[in-house]
């Protein structure tokens, strides 16, 4: 067989680097995915807990309610930075593209909304709670989506 057509073989040595630099970049895409995990989930969530808290009616006929949405805005975005720190890193680590995103930040908004509604957290006192807690579903979802393009892009340009 003639050299040429021999497939060639990796030195111990190409191997540990070319090993060491998929283990680097994977570990970088993990850490590039929690930090704008955390960052995107929790404006999604804040933006689109003000919207629903802000345009919902309480029953008085009233809308524009300024103060209950700013504080709906805090709270979700609290929820959703934990929400993304933990969603950017399962993400970082599967790496399963903009569909796998959108799907598994679905099912975490479903997972959220279900956990805080079977938890007594929808007493009527507390403002909008339906409306405040289904709001988080797609802002999970949405999140998933645009962290796992962060990811892809930034793998892409990185």
Partial sequence: MNCAMRPKRLTTIQAKILWSEKVSMKAIRTFVGTISGGLVSASCFAVLSWIVVYFSDPGTGITGNKDWAG????LAGVV???MGLLLG???GLLNG????GTVIGFIGGVIL???FLANGQSHPDIFFPIAFFVSFIPAG???GF??????SLWETNG
């Fill in 71 to 74: 504080l709906a805005a805090t």
């Fill in 80 to 82: 959703g930075l934990l």
């Fill in 89 to 91: 890193f399962i993400l």
């Fill in 97 to 100: 593209g903009l569909v796998v």
């Fill in 113 to 115: 909304t279900v956990g």
């Fill in 141 to 143: 979802a949405l999140s």
């Fill in 146 to 151: 645009f962290i796992s393009l962060i990811i």
